[in-house]
């Protein structure tokens, strides 16, 4: 299902060791492997001399030490926060402290829309809800450093404060978690939101930056092509589930055993929040239906 996208997991780093995927970028991964992080937490330091850090990384000593190490002798201006899930933004203070850095973010974590009445907060303890930024930047905000400028591009869906952070003077993008090289995103409710993650991938497509560096894995080059891998994969996975509905299946886990074949036992509980994603977004277009909001435990019917 998921062998359309060309997926990338040539990743050779030592963590906590600094390299220079391109001139003018480099980037420091955490050592927080996992089946959510890959191998680990990117973390990028932008220009050279008086320099950004983009995504400071979990909470983790070591980690912030190499970042300061990689540093050494530049000064540390600014710091961007893609999101605030907890392998990307707890390491935010103690940089912050060490290097007098502003902090630029989106905003602080939220979920895309109101609990229901009785629901769970799945991924409750993924998210940093201790994490205010100095300055909340805009879609389109323009900051200047020194040989460098960063435009703010809002890209909620995996959460939704989600922000990706275009270099414009080499045509980058730091995506995040929004498009990953080795993996698809998690699109998980409440925090996220399957209408939103769609348009922000759109809207990727029409900006056309070439090269993504993003928060877990390698570089993806040819990045629009690769991004409409990542829509076309996810029409195909709701093709699916409507295919599954119509075959008379009416809950989250029976289509989850059905259409994630072969999945690592441990991303099961994601791959039912992604399809409550879908059922979302389904029930909204009035192609489903369901009764009351839907729910991970709900029962869907196609609306015919
Ligand atoms: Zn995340």
New binding site residues.
């Given amino acids: 299902m998921a062998d359309d996208i060309p997926f990338d997991k040539n990743l050779n780093l030592t963590p906590d060791t600094v390299d220079e995927p391109m001139p003018g970028v480099r980037r420091v991964m955490a050592d927080n492997p996992g089946p ?1 992080t890959f191998k680990g937490t990117m973390s990028y330091i932008i220009g050279r001399g008086e320099v950004a850090i983009v995504d400071p990384g979990p909470d983790d000593p070591a980690h912030v030490a190499a970042l300061l190490d990689a540093v050494r002798n530049e000064t540390v201006t600014h710091i961007f926060v893609t ?1 605030t ?1 907890r ?2 933004s707890p390491a935010v203070p103690a940089l912050k402290r060490a290097t007098g850095a502003t902090v630029y973010a989106e905003g602080p974590h939220r979920a895309a829309r109101p609990l229901h009445i009785g629901e769970q907060k799945a991924l409750d303890s ?1 998210g940093d809800r201790d994490f205010m930024p100095d300055v909340r930047l805009k879609d389109g905000e323009v900051v200047t450093g020194k040989g460098w400028s960063v435009e703010a591009v809002t890209t909620p869906g ?2 939704a404060n989600h922000m990706a952070y275009a270099l414009r003077e080499k045509n980058v993008l730091f995506a ?2 929004h498009v990953m090289a080795w993996a698809t995103s ?1 699109v998980a409710p409440p925090d996220g939101a399957m209408s939103d993650y769609m348009a922000s991938l759109n809207k990727l497509v029409r900006r056309g930056e070439t090269t993504y560096f993003p ?1 877990h894995g390698p570089a993806i080059g040819d990045a629009s092509r690769f991004v409409n891998y990542y829509i076309l994969h996810r029409k195909a996975r709701e093709d699916s589930i409507l295919h599954r509905l119509g075959k008379g299946e009416t809950d989250i886990p029976s289509i989850v055993r059905a259409i994630y074949i072969g999945i690592d036992p441990r991303l099961v509980g994601a791959a039912g929040l992604s399809v409550l994603a879908h059922m979302e977004d389904l029930v909204t277009r009035g192609l489903v239906k369901t009764d009351g909001p839907p729910a991970i435990g709900g029962m869907y019917r196609l609306a015919k």
């Fill in positions: 959510f999101h899930h392998d990307h993924s995996h959460t995040g978690d998690i928060g």
